[in-house]
C-alpha cells in the first residue's frame, strides 16, 4: 500500500490524485465546521476514528472553541493511503459582561440540580443521534432577524462571576418573533421550562449536526416531527437565564460546539 501525505492550510481547496479525489469547504478554525467530500467508496478517519459517508462521498468534521491540535485525515482507497494533516487556526474572543441575572440562575440552588442534571440528559441523548440525512449539506440560512447580542467562543462575566464562554450566537428581538429552521432536518427535542435555556429546540440535520434554540416563548413543533428550511419553529422569548428577549442559536457537531 502507497502513502501519500499532505499538510492542507487553505479554507477551500482540493487535491486529485489519479481517480482519488479530496474536497474540503469550511475554515479550519476554532469553532469551524468543514464539509468534505471524497470518493464514496473511500474509508475515511478522522484522528484514528472511522467516520460515516454519504453515498456521494461527503463527510463532516470540526474545530471546538479550545482546539489547538491539527487533525489528521486517512483516507484509504483502491489499495492506497492518503493522509492530510490540517491545522487548526486560534482565534481572540472577546470577554462579555452580563449583569443582572437572577441570582438563583448564576449559582443555582441545591434544589434544582435534579432538573439541571435532567435537562442536560435529554440534550445529550438529542445530539446523540447518527441519522444518515443528508440535511446538513444545504445553504443555512439566519434563524431568525435581530440584533447580534452575543457571540460565539466569548469569555462570560455573569454577576462579577467568570462563567464558561458563550458557545452561540445570540440574536435580540422582542418577544414572539418568528424562529424558522435553518436547514431542514429532524427535531430530536422540544421543550419549555429548561432551566438555564427555557424553551428549547435541537433539530438533528444528518450525520451528528445538530441546531439548538434557547429562550424560546412559544415553540411551534413536537420532538419527532419533519421541519423544512424556513418553517417557523417557534418564537423569541426570555426563558431561562436571560435579561432580555433573545434566540441563543447554537450548532454542535456530536459533542462538539461549533460557531453558527
Known amino acids: 500500500m502507497k502513502t501519500f501525505?499532505?499538510?492542507?492550510?487553505?479554507s477551500s481547496f482540493s487535491t486529485l490524485a489519479e481517480d482519488y479525489f479530496l474536497n474540503f469547504k469550511g475554515?479550519?478554525?476554532?469553532?469551524?465546521?468543514?464539509i468534505a467530500q471524497t470518493n464514496p467508496t473511500a474509508v475515511v478517519k478522522i484522528d484514528g476514528k472511522?467516520?460515516?459517508?454519504?453515498d456521494d462521498g461527503y463527510f463532516i468534521f470540526g474545530f471546538g472553541r479550545f482546539a489547538e491540535k491539527p487533525i489528521k485525515l486517512v483516507i484509504e482507497f483502491e489499495k492506497n493511503q492518503y493522509q492530510a494533516i490540517i491545522p487548526v487556526t486560534t482565534r481572540?474572543?472577546?470577554?462579555?459582561?452580563?449583569?443582572?441575572?437572577?441570582?438563583?440562575?448564576?449559582t443555582p440552588p441545591a434544589g434544582v440540580y435534579a432538573q439541571i442534571k435532567a435537562d442536560n440528559v435529554k440534550v445529550a441523548k438529542a445530539r446523540a443521534f447518527m441519522d444518515l440525512r443528508k440535511d446538513f449539506l444545504q445553504q443555512f440560512i439566519w434563524p431568525a432577524n435581530g440584533r447580534v447580542s452575543g457571540v460565539y467562543g466569548s469569555r462570560r462575566i455573569l454577576n462579577g462571576k467568570p462563567k464558561r464562554p458563550h458557545y452561540g450566537?445570540?440574536?435580540?428581538?422582542?418577544?414572539?418573533s418568528s424562529v424558522v429552521a435553518p436547514a431542514s432536518g429532524i427535531v430530536r427535542l422540544a421543550e419549555t421550562g429548561m432551566y438555564y435555556t427555557g424553551g428549547t429546540i435541537i433539530i438533528d440535520h444528518g450525520y451528528g449536526l445538530t441546531t439548538t434554540f434557547m429562550h424560546m416563548s412559544k415553540l411551534n413543533v413536537e420532538a419527532g416531527s419533519r421541519v423544512e428550511q424556513g418553517e417557523k419553529i417557534g418564537e423569541i422569548g426570555m426563558t431561562g437565564r436571560a435579561t432580555g428577549p433573545h434566540l441563543d442559536w447554537r450548532v454542535n457537531l456530536g459533542k462538539t460546539r461549533l460557531d453558527p
Open 92 to 106: 481572540q474572543f472577546p470577554t462579555e459582561v452580563i449583569d443582572g441575572l437572577p441570582a438563583n440562575k448564576v
Open 50 to 54: 472511522k467516520t460515516n459517508l454519504t
Open 27 to 34: 475554515k479550519p478554525t476554532q469553532g469551524g465546521l468543514i
Open 5 to 10: 501525505l499532505l499538510l492542507l492550510l487553505l
Open 169 to 176: 450566537m445570540d440574536i435580540a428581538n422582542t418577544v414572539g
